[in-house]
């Protein structure tokens, strides 16, 4: 008898994991909650919400799933870990008490500052006099500063103001007007710090880690990171700054010692860790700490995983990760994400997209904003598409991927032309 599987999520990056998951010869059913249109060509999509944990738990239960693989950050806050395992039922991903290293912000630098993990100076403000106080101790020195609401805020919840009047707007927003609800409650105000941004990963048991691989996200809706911060643009892997030296620096004084010091904090660390850095003059610091598979990241990571990922994540959420690997695909990986006009404000939804049947065989589409209108995908998201193209280097696998983008057509669709521009430059 095969194994059966709860992959929990409905985005591009639910998508790229049922992807990879399907691919495993152990799976006999592989369930999404909710999941969506591309999916469904791969998955049983279930019209459960991710955050219907109680309804999740009865289906898993009534199911007989081996393994529950949660996607998304929400439910991990909520503590469907906890509930799931009080269950009996095996689940992928950390506790409620090890998500606070994504769910809270002043916890996950506060954990940074107690061990010694290198990060931004910072100061956590509950009063909205203490933040503007701190702020300005950075912009009267003509300095930049970064101001983040303490909790969840959907990846939005960070302003980098470069002077005094975008410090305060963003304070007020978050503290006086409410913008993220509690999120906004505490504020960390710190340090800008200056460099190359680079997302890192690795699945963790609680004491073991494999590696996985770096990957630099877009987080900008404009070419040149212009405009408002979105949930990303478009992502590739093996960014040419993060060396081996520079990964081995970065687990050996980042990754080993927050695992450590979750164990010793008594939340050990089961799931991803996605660690975002800037790779500074001084060495590589942490900017804040993710308790899940990124997103657009996930995209361009899964194609790049050679064989079966699902005994790793069977392993990690049974705290058996010890000896085993994962073997990683050599040369380049590209997504593009394609958007609704208007994003990240407001868009309309509804406009039918065409050109998928167009596509070479080995292009990789993940949907993350779609739905089905009679006959036609339509788009119901900021997000709608994920491109993506492997190739023999960074370059194929860019200009492939631009090619690709060229044969899909939707209603004001928006995307950016400057994907792994970076890259290139650093080969140069």
């Known amino acids: 008898m095969g194994k059966k599987l709860l992959l929990i999520g409905q985005g591009g990056r639910e998508h790229a994991l049922a992807w990879k998951l399907a691919q495993s ?14 999916i469904a060509a791969i998955a049983e999509c279930i019209s459960i919400g991710v955050n219907e944990i109680e309804s999740l738990l009865e289906f898993a239960r009534s199911q007989r799933i081996d393994l529950t693989v949660v ?34 912000k002043v916890f996950a630098k506060n954990l940074l500052k107690k061990y010694g993990i290198p990060t931004a100076d910072y100061t956590v403000c509950e009063r909205l006099d203490m933040a503007y106080a701190s702020a300005r101790t950075y912009t009267e020195q003509g300095k930049a500063v970064v101001i983040k609401a303490d909790g969840l805020a959907a990846g939005k919840g960070v302003t980098v103001a470069a002077n005094w009047e975008e410090a305060s707007q963003a304070i007020d927003s978050m503290m006086k007007d409410k913008s993220f609800g509690q999120a906004g409650e505490r504020l960390l105000v710190e340090e800008c710090l200056l460099g190359e941004e680079v997302s890192f990963f690795a699945i963790c048991d609680g004491k073991d880690y494999i590696s996985l691989l770096a990957a630099q996200d877009h987080k900008r809706v404009f070419d040149n990171d212009q405009g408002p911060n979105t949930g990303g643009m478009g992502a590739y892997v093996n960014p040419p700054i993060f060396d081996r030296e520079l990964q081995m620096q970065v687990i050996k004084n980042i990754i080993e010692p927050i695992i450590k010091a979750m164990a010793e904090e008594g939340c050990p660390y089961q799931g991803v860790l996605y660690a975002g850095l800037m790779i500074t003059a001084e060495g590589p610091k942490v900017l804040e700490f993710n308790a899940r598979f990124g997103d657009p990241e996930t995209q361009v990571l899964m194609p790049m995983i050679k064989g079966d990922i699902l005994p790793v994540l069977e392993a990690a959420a049974s705290g058996k990760l010890g000896g085993l690997q994962l073997e990683i695909e050599e040369g380049g990986c590209v997504a593009v994400i394609l958007a609704s ?15 998928l049947d167009r596509l070479e065989s080995d292009t990789l589409v993940f949907h993350a904003g779609t739905s089905r209108r009679d006959e036609n995908l339509v788009t119901a998201g900021g997000r709608v598409l994920a491109v993506v193209c492997r190739g023999q280097d960074m370059r194929a696998a860019r200009d492939k991927v631009y090619q690709e983008v060229k044969k899909i057509e939707f209603d004001g669709m928006h995307y950016r032309q400057d994907i792994g521009i970076k890259a290139m430059q650093h080969e140069v």
């Open 341 to 355: 006009a208007g994003y990240p404000g407001d868009y309309e939804k509804g406009k039918i997209i065409k050109g």
């Open 25 to 38: 010869p152990e799976i006999e059913a592989l369930y999404v909650a909710p999941g969506n249109p591309g």
């Open 71 to 104: 996607g998304p950050e929400a439910p991990l806050m909520e503590g469907i870990v906890d509930r799931f395992r009080e269950a009996g039922l095996k689940i992928f991903g950390p506790t409620t008490a090890a998500s606070r290293l994504e769910g809270s």
